[in-house]
T-cell receptor, first 116, second 114 residues
Framework: AQSVTQLDSQVPVFEEAPVELRCNYS??????LFWYVQYPNQGLQLLLK??????LVESINGFEAEFNKSQTSFHLRKPSVHISDTAEYFC??????????????FGRGTQLTVWP | EAQVTQNPRYLITVTGKKLTVTCSQN?????MSWYRQDPGLGLRQIYY???????DKGDVPEGYKVSRKEKRNFPLILESPSPNQTSLYFC?????????????FGPGTRLTVT
């Protein structure tokens, strides 16, 4: 099976500062990687995903994540955060084959709080 | 509009009173699943279904039942709810193979068992 570790449960930053939310995964097969965001009192929305190709993927609101196969990481970054980025962020993986194909495994989440 | 719907959105019940949370999707997805979200624990999968009449346990199935009689519906049943099942529940769906594997989530059901 797969597993995901989000290294920080809480990340407080000031507005316009850069931020990195760290994610490492474990899997015996190749995986697809995702970041989901949950704004206060809302459901989960897909932020970005890596399926194949370029290891650097971007979202429409300025976030980016880089797949690093050798380090089994998929860290999320933003060069300048806004107060509206305050949310909980979840890293997730799906195996691309095998008995767990289709099952999404989540990390425990990182609460990003942006202060003015 | 492509969506996953859940009902009810909020539910307060008492220990032992059977309840069902419904989930429906209109995207013709084969794969559906239920998660519960608890503070500090993230999302944990309860049950999932790869297609009609095919269901399997996730990581925390105790105390829950599911059925998949139709492709679009995947209800979650709590036969005898207990206070430790107080949680936020999400239903999700996706294509099972050959797709982007993006899971679409419902809005959540906040359940309180007293």
């Amino acid at each position: 099976a797969q597993s995901v570790t989000q290294l920080d449960s809480q990340v407080p930053v000031f507005e316009e500062a850069p931020v990195e939310l760290r994610c490492n995964y474990s899997s015996s097969v190749s995986v697809y990687l995702f970041w989901y965001v949950q704004y206060p009192n809302q459901g989960l929305q897909l932020l970005l995903k890596y399926l194949s190709g370029s290891t650097l993927v971007e979202s429409i609101n300025g976030f980016e994540a880089e797949f690093n196969k050798s380090q089994t990481s998929f860290h999320l970054r933003k060069p300048s955060v806004h107060i509206s980025d305050t949310a909980e962020y979840f890293c997730a993986v799906i195996a691309d084959r095998g008995s767990t194909l289709g099952r999404l495994y989540f990390g425990r989440g990182t609460q990003l709080t942006v202060w003015p | 509009e492509a969506q996953v719907t859940q009902n009810p959105r909020y539910l307060i019940t008492v220990t032992g009173k059977k309840l069902t949370v419904t989930c429906s999707q209109n995207m013709n997805h084969e794969y559906m699943s239920w998660y519960r979200q608890d503070p500090g624990l993230g999302l944990r999968q309860i049950y999932y279904s790869m297609n009609v009449e095919v269901t399997d346990k996730g990581d925390v199935p105790e105390g829950y039942k599911v059925s998949r009689k139709e492709k679009r519906n995947f209800p979650l049943i709590l036969e005898s709810p207990s206070p430790n099942q107080t949680s936020l529940y999400f239903c999700a769906s996706s294509f099972a193979q050959g797709g982007t594997y993006e899971q679409y989530f419902g809005p959540g059901t906040r359940l309180t068992v007293t």
